[in-house]
């Protein structure tokens, strides 16, 4: 129900758009819609909710796909690119309690209550901050999460993105909003991609207005940061990035699973650069996966090394080190 609404949003956009165009939606299922028994982590598997998409946009059978940024690899397959990143709805996580619980907060539950959350990155950051909580896996689509949450009594809460939740119309089950301090959020949380084949252009136009200048910069530099250090779903990685003034900041932070051992760091770089008519071969550059025409490419530039060196500065410190025992520990 998510991945529809969240399509035909962009629909709608196109809509306005291009009047003219007529868009037909094409409802698919996915490996990672699939395998409910397991913990995405687990699965180990990059490409979970998109190879079948990508496979329809490769056969010609489909000519965009709509995703949740945050499920789209760094690196795409040959042949694709995300024509367009929508502005970014909240990015922050948020804390849905079991209706008994209605009107507490985390520090205020019980002790030994269990939370329910899928996500490593989340677990690892909470489980340091709120030690009498347990934290367990639960899985599904926001549809089944909350009615596993609602009609039994094994989850005092569970962690969501805010984003998601807005989008279903469901605000109102938002108990508490985890801000940066408490939670880092997931590299491109909150923003929607729109990936296309490479080569063509007139598809890539077309999508390319729906590109939010500032959202693109912000998942740029998240994307590269996540890119540098290796990150994936079976590791804990977060981020938090903030434009003000010209000026982009990035925190990042890469975390053991227990979040005993963690290493945080913030940097910033300006990317206040007019926006060229470049023509010629420069028109198609990729930037982590993203292709973001009317966007000034010295600005993408800047996000892009922003992330690398933010990624670089973790690694001198001994993020690899976590993070790969982070891996066998979840492998194990």
Not at 286 to 294: D, E, L, M, R, Y
């Amino acid at each position: 129900q998510l991945a529809r609404i969240q399509t035909d949003s962009v629909v709608e956009r196109l809509h306005q758009l291009y009047p003219h165009l007529h868009f037909e939606i094409v409802a698919m299922s996915t490996t990672g819609d699939k395998i409910l028994d397991t913990a995405l982590s687990k699965i180990g598997e990059k490409s979970l909710f998109t190879k079948e998409l990508e496979n329809a946009l490769e056969r010609n059978e489909v000519d965009l796909v709509v995703h949740s940024l945050k499920d789209l690899p760094t690196s795409l397959p040959p042949g694709f690119t995300i024509g367009a990143v929508c502005k970014r709805e909240n990015p922050l996580d948020a804390v849905v309690f079991h209706p008994k619980n209605c009107g507490k907060t985390l520090s205020l539950l019980p002790e030994k209550s269990v939370i329910g959350t899928s996500s490593l990155r989340r677990a690892a950051q909470l489980k340091k901050k709120f030690p009498q909580l347990e934290f367990r896996d639960i899985r599904g689509n926001l549809n089944t999460r909350l009615k596993k949450l609602d009609e039994k009594e094994d989850f005092s809460a569970i962690i969501l993105a805010a984003a998601g939740l807005k989008r279903m119309g469901w605000e109102n089950r938002i108990g508490q909003l985890l801000s940066p301090e408490d939670c880092l959020y997931a590299v491109g949380q909150g923003a929607l991609a729109v990936e296309v084949r490479a080569k063509d252009q007139e598809i890539l136009n077309m999508v390319s207005a729906l590109h939010d200048a500032d959202t693109v910069l912000c998942c740029i530099a998240e994307r590269a940061f996540m890119k540098h250090l290796e990150g994936g779903c079976s590791v804990p990685v977060a981020v938090n990035t903030m434009l003000k003034d010209g000026q982009l900041y990035l925190t990042g932070a890469v975390y053991s699973l227990d979040g005993s051992d963690s290493l945080k760091e913030t940097m910033q770089t300006s990317v206040s650069y007019p926006q060229q008519n470049e023509d010629g071969p420069n028109d198609d550059v990729q930037h982590v996966g993203i292709t973001a025409k009317n966007v000034s490419g010295q600005a993408q530039e800047a996000a892009e090394n922003l992330g690398v060196e933010l990624a670089s500065l973790l690694l001198s410190k001994g993020a690899k080190h976590i993070l790969s025992v982070a891996r066998q520990l979840n492998d194990a």
